[in-house]
């Protein structure tokens, strides 16, 4: 599985921005999909999870209430809308596919390349 992440960029804070990743392979649909970020000097972590087969859905507690992770198996695509963003949600966005319902990097074959967000005070 090949990802592709897009959708970053410059917002100032209290915007949105939606965030895609786009899959390779006829295989997606069986993966659970994961967004994970890092923020200059800090180690990547965990942000959102969406599951393969019932959608459900796990998020970090900095993010639950304002972030939404969704799926299209249709379009081979993950999201995560992003709402009521904060200056310190500003880092590097990755999305991960894995076959394991859990948060840690480890637990995640493949990798996107990351999209920069930037979220001004």
């Known amino acids: 599985v090949q990802l592709q992440a897009s959708g970053g960029g410059l917002v100032q804070a209290g915007g949105s921005l939606r965030l895609s990743c786009a899959a390779s392979?006829?295989?997606?649909?069986?993966?659970?999909m994961a967004w994970f970020r890092q923020a200059p000097g800090k180690e990547r972590e965990f942000v959102a999870g969406?599951?393969?087969?019932?959608?459900?859905?796990n998020y970090a507690d900095s993010v639950k209430g304002r972030f939404t992770i969704s799926r299209d198996n249709a379009k081979n695509t993950v999201y995560l809308q992003m709402d009521s963003l904060k200056p310190e949600d500003t880092a590097v966005y990755y999305c991960?596919?894995?076959?394991?319902?859990?948060?840690?990097?480890?637990?995640?074959?493949?990798w996107g390349q990351g999209t920069q967000v930037t979220v001004s005070s």
């Open positions: 392979g006829r295989t997606f649909s069986t993966y659970i």
């Open positions: 969406i599951r393969s087969t019932d959608t459900r859905t």
């Open positions: 991960a596919a894995g076959s394991l319902w859990r948060e840690a990097l480890r637990d995640y074959d493949y």
